[in-house]
């Protein structure tokens, strides 16, 4: 089992989460996270740590972020590792809660 960070996230990238996480599992995209699948314990630390609600259980994925799993495995093995928690980006409010973001996703 693994948690996923969902389309929530982009252009949001608060790291708030990365701070609590014991295995450093997190990867950093230009605009997103990313959870590397193989190195998540399942600890849940993070879900709660997250300002805009964009992590998930993997059994708790909403259908509509379904592609998000694939897409944590597929950039966690090209990004860099992330283990200190970063200022957000200056417009991350602007961008919380905005639906169908996943175009705007930089890789």
């Given at each position: 089992?693994?948690?996923?960070?969902?389309?929530?996230?982009?252009?949001?990238?608060h790291?708030?989460?990365?701070?609590?996480?014991?295995?450093?599992?997190?990867?950093?995209?230009?605009?997103?996270?990313?959870?590397?699948?193989?190195?998540?314990?399942?600890?849940?630390?993070?879900?709660?740590?997250?300002?805009?609600?964009?992590?998930?259980?993997?059994d708790?994925?909403?259908?509509?972020?379904?592609?998000?799993?694939?897409?944590?495995?597929?950039?966690a093995?090209?990004?860099?590792?992330?283990?200190?928690?970063?200022?957000?980006?200056?417009?991350?409010?602007?961008?919380?809660?905005?639906?169908?973001?996943?175009?705007?996703?930089?890789?």
């Amino acid at each position: 089992m693994t948690f996923i960070v969902g389309e929530d996230c982009i252009k949001c990238k608060h790291t708030d989460c990365v701070e609590v996480c014991p295995v450093d599992c997190f990867y950093e995209g230009p605009n997103m996270l990313v959870i590397h699948p193989d190195e998540c314990i399942d600890c849940a630390l993070c879900e709660p740590e997250c300002p805009v609600d964009a992590i998930f259980s993997e059994d708790e994925l909403p259908e509509d972020q379904q592609q998000f799993l694939e897409l944590n495995a597929e950039l966690a093995e090209v990004w860099p590792n992330i283990t200190e928690m970063k200022p957000a980006p200056d417009d991350a409010e602007e961008w919380a809660g905005v639906p169908d973001k996943l175009k705007l996703l930089e890789r």
